[in-house]
């Protein structure tokens, strides 16, 4: 350690005359270009974009409580002054261009792999403890949409798209990992809950290089034609090739826009060069005479609702050309999950249901269903589907008067300034796989101002307006397995005040009373965990779509402990088991078999552990499968 | 605010320029005092109360320890006061949570009560400034200063927004004269641009660019033997010309007010030993340990072993002075480590007869390991980064190196080990370095506007 200096400086005046003067025009130049800067930015000031719909109440929010004493406020200032910097703007696109072109520079949001192939960064940057999450909290809606659908008499087929870095993973550059297990997870959990999901994962890796376009966070058309012919194997609805809708075509240049969003993200020009050859061909189908395949119109009986993936209605003309008949597409670009779906039903319902919709769904979307819960929660898509076309089949769950906890008495008028919370249903009283296989009916009435119904339950929030002038609304209860949280049921007011009348609360299920299926129960055996009934069903008993079981217990018993069903394989697959915790005196055990559509159901069993001091002789009384259609 | 964003470039440093050069001497330190608070209350204000107890106590102090000195006493209550206080806040503030932390680490094995708390929040270069304030109480303590002439001067030297926050740490003896009586010249002037220039490149177009490799070294999965050493590497980088790129922008404002700073760095990476790199490396701080607190504890006049346990607990201080982690008191154990096995083979490095390039290679790797400590999150994490480094981790992962990084890198690499320091280039500003830093400069500053902001490491210490 030695003694330090100041820094050491010459005589004054010791710079040469010429020097000087190169001196003095740098001071000026540089004092010119900060100067220059904050005059052009204050002169000339650049509109910042404006924010929409969450991301918009978010920044109202960020601003309204941005304070100093936290830096929150400072941080604003500067993220504005970034926002409406001219300069910044100006200098920005040619240096980025430049960066782009000499160095392969993506930016902060866009990475840019091998052969130029561009990726998002936060499409792979996903967080590691959130993934499984969001698949699950999107599998237990789209179960909840596809069993309305079922129920309505409309087949629905989810297509889940994978990310472009997972099916190019080949592409990313060093030190980046694709992950795919998060895109598998989102299929597996879609399966488990009874979705009927097409794996387009696996279509589209043999064809990674083509699948998507290079620049461009989308599909090629290339892999849209393959996911079209993934969807018609899975399905079993492909055509054979003469009675196919069109003719499928190669288009010499890459016309399907958009071609480069992800240049458009890093503010760079999309080149024409930056399609590489291996992009072309192109696809389209066409008429046999020559003209562009129709668009699919109200009278279609498929339609196709998704994202930016189905826009233009490319991906839809492959799948009419496969399927073999016209396709209308319901495609709303950046909007979450059933926006697109949401809008159909407006528009088609109740007069020209369709038969089959395909709901087109990114990867992306599920997955940050974990992470982005806020933006998720609300589902206002869903909830309008949901509180707005009730299913025409329905089945009273009547449950035990103490499994309601009422905090609103029946019958009289609320008064609520915010919200408050109106019936909450411990667990242990109805017992579900979640997906929408139980709803909750309210009937009441909205006396003044509007109130919206907030469902809790452990796989979110599900919100819903009352629509005005309305007695009843019905919305499905997502979750209550062993453990979670109790479902509680708030009233929002959606003015300063309302005043709400809820007269009465119950559980039902979507399902045809009607075809249920008996099931023949034996006595309580002993076993290994405690002990055991079974319900036998016929032999050539198999589960329709969305088939639910229904399960009553004995009312007149103690608390049944560690409650599981079984439903033994009949393949070389593990058997299911569905745990269900404790099981309250005449609680309800409701079971989305989904999952098993189409496979033998002889026999179920259900395991409670037995109690020393009081044994419980019988468990369950009743038992039946009841189908949807 | 940090230097490196459109506000402190565009609108905090062409006002306080405006204001500075307009107002009469006398007025000058005043306003470097109240653009200081603004400058360092921009995100806390709060914390400027902090500073402002530093300042009142001290300067209070140096007054009372005077007045006592005239009268035949030596003012120690004061010093103890300054002590208190000073050491006080940063303890709090800083080592608060840490302890704490340390403590339920301990007890949670034996089931022992947690202790449940709210974090405390650090105040930004609160190391930094409450040496600064300590400084000047010890040496007016000592009479190796006198006591500030005016409150608004001491106001200045301990607020002073260009080395407020990062350094370097300006002991009162040094700049006492220059609070009082400076010049303002156009050729200070112009140093203080091109010092200031110099700075702002380093940060943004090497140490920024290689942080990102760093960041994916170290926060990221098990690398390859290769990618260990090159985010090792890309670290020794990036914690260099982030330093020492803002070491010489305060340098630069420092000029352009009309101060001359002390040297900070001197090309630390040609060090010749350990002993050698801690005369280069952030040589405001290694002095400051030196004089308050290595020579105080007896230095070397009190035998090898009483030597050897100054030099340990002095660089473990230093390395605690950083952050409050294990991973920086290990660092300076690590440190003191090679400075004793130095001493005991006389003040030169166990490689002393290789060649002086053999010796510089072998140094810097030592340094490099000592880095590794530095950045890793826990010790834990240290030992398996370095574990990598041999081949022997249990991923084998890469880095995500573009082009880009390359050119940094080769860029940083010229810089380090073929040109000057700052400090010399400023001695002769030759035109055929002025000219082409005006390039990168602009380079730099059109690179910021397309960055998002990137604050500087030392902020954190």
Redesign the interface.
Not at chain 1, 1 to 10: G, K, N, S
Not at chain 2, 42 to 46: L, S
């Given at each position: 350690?030695?003694?330090?200096?100041?820094?050491?400086?010459?005589q004054?005046?010791?710079?040469p005359a010429g020097?000087?003067w190169?001196?003095?025009g740098?001071?000026a130049?540089?004092?010119a270009?900060?100067?220059g800067?904050?005059v052009v930015?204050w002169a000339f000031p650049v509109t910042p974009p404006q924010p929409v719909g969450i991301e918009k109440t978010q920044d109202d929010e960020r601003r309204a409580q941005a304070k100093?004493?936290?830096?929150s406020r400072?941080?604003l200032?500067?993220h504005d002054?970034?926002q409406t910097?001219r300069?910044?703007k100006e200098?920005?696109k040619p240096?980025?261009e430049w960066?782009f072109r000499t160095?392969?520079?993506g930016?902060?949001s866009v990475?840019?792999g091998k052969d130029g192939m561009l990726f998002l960064r936060d499409r792979i940057e996903v967080p590691e403890t959130h993934f499984r999450i969001g698949a699950q909290r999107t599998a237990v809606i789209y179960a909840a949409v596809s069993r309305r659908l079922e129920a309505l008499g409309i087949r629905m087929v989810v297509a889940p798209v994978p990310r472009k870095s997972v099916v190019c993973a080949d592409w990313l550059?060093?030190?980046?990992h694709a992950n795919r297990q998060y895109d598998e997870i989102v299929l597996e959990e879609f399966e488990r809950r009874g979705v009927f999901t097409v794996d387009l994962l696996t279509a589209l890796e043999p064809h990674a290089g083509e699948a998507f376009l290079r620049m461009d966070t989308h599909w090629s058309t290339q892999g849209m034609r393959e996911s079209a012919i993934a969807l018609g194997h899975k399905t079993g609805w492909m055509k054979p090739e003469e009675e196919r809708y069109g003719m499928l075509r190669e288009v010499p240049a890459p016309t399907t826009a958009p071609l480069g969003d992800l240049t458009l993200a890093m503010g760079v020009e999309f080149r024409e060069s930056d399609a590489p050859k291996y992009q072309r061909p192109m696809w389209e189908v066409i008429l046999p005479n020559g003209q562009p395949l129709p668009q699919g119109d109200l009278q279609a009986n498929i339609v196709l609702c998704g994202t930016s993936f189905s826009q233009h209605g490319t991906f839809g003309s492959f799948l009419a050309h496969y399927l073999g008949q016209s396709v209308q597409t319901y495609s709303i670009p950046g909007a979450p999950p059933y926006a697109a779906l949401a809008t159909m039903f407006r528009e088609r319902l109740p007069e020209r249901l369709p038969h089959i919709v395909i709901e087109e769904v990114p990867n992306h979307h599920v997955i940050s269903a974990g992470y982005h819960s806020e933006r998720w929660a609300v589902n206002p898509f869903a909830a309008e589907i949901f509180a707005q076309y009730p299913a025409p089949h329905q089945m009273l769950l009547p449950m035990p008067k103490q499994a309601w906890q009422t905090s609103a008495e029946l019958g009289t008028e609320l008064h609520a300034v915010g919200g408050r919370v109106i019936l909450d249903v411990d667990s242990g009283w109805v017992a579900h796989t979640g997906g929408g296989v139980v709803e909750l009916r309210l009937q009441g009435q909205v006396v003044e101002g509007e109130v919206r119904i907030d469902v809790h339950s452990d796989q979110g929030t599900l919100s819903a307006p009352w629509p005005a002038g309305a007695t009843e609304m019905q919305l499905p209860v997502f979750t209550q397995t062993p453990g979670s949280r109790p479902l509680r049921v708030v009233l929002a007011t959606l003015t300063p005040e309302a005043r709400f009348v809820l007269e009465h609360a119950e559980f039902r299920m979507i399902g045809r009373e009607d075809l249920a299926l008996e099931g023949l129960l034996t006595d309580r055996i002993e076993h290994e965990q405690g002990s055991l009934q079974a319900i036998h069903f016929a032999p050539d008993v198999t589960v329709p779509a969305h088939g639910t079981l229904v399960v009553d217990t004995e009312s007149l018993r103690p608390t049944a402990k560690q409650v599981r069903v079984i439903l033994p394989s009949t393949t070389d697959e593990p058997d299911w088991v569905i745990p269900l915790g404790d099981l309250r005196p005449g609680a309800k055990i409701v079971l989305d078999l989904g999952a098993l559509h189409g496979q033998p159901l002889p026999q179920v069993q259900v395991v409670w552990e037995g109690q020393k001091n009081q044994p419980i002789p019988v468990l369950v009384t009743d038992a039946r499968l009841v189908p949807l259609r | 605010?940090v230097f490196a964003?459109?506000?402190f470039?565009?609108?905090f440093?062409?006002l306080f320029l405006a204001v500075y050069y307009t107002v009469p001497r006398r007025w000058k330190s005043f306003v470097i005092a109240l653009f200081s608070y603004v400058f360092y209350g921009?995100?806390?204000?709060?914390f400027v109360l902090l500073m402002w107890i530093s300042t009142v106590v001290d300067y209070t102090a140096g007054q009372r320890i005077t007045a006592a000195r005239t009268s035949g006493g030596k003012g120690k209550p004061w010093l103890w006061l300054s002590l208190l206080v000073n050491l006080g806040l940063l303890g709090y503030f800083k080592y608060f949570n840490f302890g704490v932390d340390t403590l339920n680490a301990i007890f949670a094995p034996f089931g022992g009560p947690t202790l449940d708390f709210a974090k405390v929040v650090l105040p930004v270069g609160i190391s930094f400034y409450t040496f600064q304030t300590l400084s000047y109480t010890i040496d007016v303590y000592r009479g190796t200063a006198g006591k500030v002439k005016s409150f608004g001067d001491f106001m200045c030297y301990v607020a002073m927004f260009p080395q407020l926050v990062a350094g370097p740490i300006v002991?009162y003896n040094?700049i006492a004269d220059q609070l009082h009586e400076r010049?303002h010249?156009?050729?200070?002037?112009?140093?203080g641009?091109l010092a200031f220039?110099a700075g702002l490149v380093k940060k943004v177009l090497i140490a920024d660019i290689l942080g990102e490799l760093a960041d994916?070294a170290f926060d990221?999965p098990g690398l390859s033997a290769g990618?260990a050493w090159i985010g090792a590497l890309a670290y020794t980088f990036q914690i260099y010309f982030d330093f020492s790129g803002y070491s010489d922008m305060a340098?630069g404002l420092?000029?352009m007010m009309g101060f001359?700073?002390?040297?900070n760095f001197d090309q630390p990476y040609r060090s010749i030993s350990i002993t050698d790199f801690?005369?280069r490396w952030h040589?405001?701080l290694?002095?400051f340990?030196?004089d308050y607190l290595?020579i105080p504890l007896g230095g070397n006049r009190k035998g090898s072993l009483r030597t050897y346990v100054n030099l340990s607990l002095t660089m473990l201080l230093g390395g605690l002075w950083h952050g409050a982690n294990w991973t920086f008191i290990a660092w300076g154990a690590y440190q003191g480590f090679w400075l004793i096995v130095e001493r005991r083979s006389g003040k030169s490095s166990f490689y002393a007869f290789l060649p002086r390039l053999g010796q510089i290679a072998v140094t810097f790797v030592l340094v490099i390991f000592g880095w590794v400590l530095f950045r890793s999150n826990t010790i834990g994490d240290a030992m398996h980064y370095v574990q990598a480094m041999f081949g022997m981790g249990w991923d084998h992962?890469?880095?995500?190196?573009?082009?880009?990084h390359l050119?940094a890198a080769f860029a940083g690499a010229a810089v380090l080990w073929l040109f000057p320091t700052t400090?010399r280039w400023?001695?002769?500003?030759p035109?055929a370095w002025?000219?082409p830093l005006?390039l990168v400069?602009?380079l730099a500053?059109?690179?910021l506007?397309?960055?998002?902001?990137v604050p500087f490491l030392y902020f954190q210490f």
């Open positions: 350690m030695d003694d330090h200096t100041l820094i050491a400086l010459p004054e005046k010791s710079m020097r000087r190169v001196a003095w740098l001071l130049i540089n004092g270009i900060l100067l800067t904050l930015d100093w004493s936290d830096g400072a941080s200032i500067e002054y970034r910097s300069v910044r200098l920005s240096y980025t960066l160095f392969g520079e930016g902060s990475l840019v550059p060093p030190g980046w | 605010m964003s459109g506000i470039l565009y609108f440093l062409p921009w995100w806390r204000p709060d002991r040094t010049t010249t156009r050729e200070k002037f112009y140093r641009m220039q994916a990221g990618y340098i420092g000029l001359r700073f002390p040297v801690w005369r040589i405001s290694s002095s340990l030196r290595y992962g890469t880095l995500p190196i573009r082009p880009i050119v400090q400023l001695y002769k500003a035109l002025a000219l005006q400069f602009w500053l059109i690179h506007h397309y960055v998002s902001h």
